[in-house]
């Protein structure tokens, strides 16, 4: 793993280490449920049909942790069932299975302490709505600023776009260096601290 993705993923950690220590959770079974969703389990019938996981770069992971669901996108999906402990004993350096397991472990046990509202992907009109609210939100308390997009999300960059002043960081080699809404998508390693 490049230095600057492990830089981020340990922050990731820390603070997520955090949390489970705050709310005593470092030992309560989570089960993951790893079969990839197909993609209209995951987001549905949309309207734009560019999304990553409708052209198979990407499968849809969920955990579900004591009711609650967390959804992360991977590209390689892997069962899994143990502890939180366990999950933040993975190697997330070497192995890109288990990143997609940390990640929707975090959105499954953040969104049990209602830290979070929104770990569970949007579907079927829902992406496209969501994008025109990204606009606005942007709009109403951003308007002069500059505008990052990290990972390419096509439905939010069509209309993000219309403001000017936008960037596009993304891993994908499938996409880094190509024009997507007339936006030069860059390196996302390469490009973070610029």
Do not use: W
């Not at 606005?136 to 776009?161: A, C, D, H, M, R």
């Not at 860059?186 to 973070?192: F, Q, R, S």
Request: proline letters at 3%; one cysteine or more.
């Amino acid at each position: 793993m490049e230095n600057k993705q492990k830089e981020i993923y340990d922050k990731i950690k820390n603070r997520f280490i955090k949390i489970v220590n705050e709310n005593g959770l470092n030992t309560t079974l989570i089960k993951i449920e790893s079969r990839g969703l197909t993609a209209k389990e995951a987001i549905g019938n949309t309207e734009r049909k560019d999304y990553p996981i409708l052209i198979g770069n990407e499968v849809m992971l969920q955990a579900n942790y004591k009711g609650s669901i967390g959804q992360a996108f991977t590209p390689e999906p892997v069962a899994f069932s143990g502890t939180i402990e366990d999950v933040l004993e993975m190697d997330l350096d070497n192995d890109l299975r288990n990143r997609g397991i940390f990640i929707a472990t975090i959105n499954a046990v953040l969104r049990y302490l209602n830290l979070s509202t929104s770990s569970i992907h949007c579907k079927d009109k829902e992406p496209g709505l969501c994008a025109i609210k990204y606009l606005e939100f942007l709009n109403e308390n951003y308007s002069n600023k500059k505008v990052l997009l990290v990972g390419l999300q096509p439905g939010i960059l069509s209309q993000i776009k219309k403001r000017g002043n936008v960037r596009v960081l993304d891993l994908n080699p499938e996409n880094i260096g190509k024009v997507k809404e007339s936006i030069l998508i860059e390196d996302g390693l390469e490009k973070y601290d610029e």
